[in-house]
């Protein structure tokens, strides 16, 4: 398998529920990053790892929660979610991190989350 | 509040016609730019990047940098049906922030 793979595609979930997105990348890159992109909004920053560090968290509420165990694989824990949270959650990874033309990122195909 | 202002579209473009996306943004000291595709229910794929002053060629695709002006334009030539699709612009601000703009739908008719 090459490139970004993310799982689920689709998930639909209850406010009370629990669930993990996760993402993959075959790239052997350093850097990954969770993106929430919501209709005719820009994509919005949610996390950064780089070798494995959360180097960033753009005031994400505390009901996602990063995981990211080695530097080809990264989570997106999910609890007590609310409707509005429902979106396109997009999973991306680049060579290095905070370093100019090596910060082009690449996309997993995404999970379409609904909360109901 | 740094940002990335792209025209939402939809921009129409008969086949065959150039199709002009732009996009300003507002940090001066930006140095590496980005042009994505995103299809409907896709995630996006970068198209091109550029980070001099000046046209950038790749196939039918033309990046335009202009950083005195701080815009960014993609021009497609001989377009087509294919090329129907949501384009985001994203610019590295000088905290090497990717800062992304909303995008420009294109809808090219046949």
């Known amino acids: 398998e090459t490139g970004v793979t993310q799982t689920p595609r689709h998930l639909v979930m209850g406010m009370t529920n629990k669930k993990s997105l996760k993402c993959e990348q075959h790239l052997g890159h350093n850097a990954m990053y969770w993106y929430k992109q919501s209709a005719k909004k820009p994509l919005e920053l949610m996390f950064v790892?780089?070798?494995?560090?959360?180097?960033e968290n753009n005031s994400v509420p505390s009901r996602f929660s990063p995981e990211c165990p080695n530097s080809s694989h990264l989570f997106l824990h999910l609890h007590t979610l609310q409707p509005e949270d429902s979106a396109l959650y997009l999973c991306a990874s680049s060579p290095l991190y905070r370093s100019g033309r090596t910060d082009t990122q690449y996309f997993g195909p995404g999970t379409r989350l609904t909360v109901l | 509040q740094k940002e990335v202002e792209q025209n939402s579209g939809p921009l129409s473009v008969p086949e065959g016609a150039i199709a002009s996306l732009n996009c300003t943004y507002s940090?001066?000291?930006?140095?590496?730019f980005f042009w994505y595709r995103q299809y409907s229910g896709k995630s996006p794929e970068l198209i091109m990047s550029?980070?001099s002053n000046g046209d950038k060629e790749d196939g039918r695709f033309t990046a335009q940098l202009n950083k005195a002006s701080q815009y960014v334009s993609l021009l497609i030539r001989d377009s087509q049906p294919s090329d129907s699709a949501t384009y985001l612009c994203a610019v590295l601000d000088s905290n090497y922030q990717l800062i992304w703009g909303a995008g420009t739908k294109l809808i090219i008719k046949p």
């Open positions: 790892y780089s070798l494995e560090e959360r180097v």
């Open positions: 550029i980070y």
């Open positions: 940090d001066r000291v930006s140095q590496s």
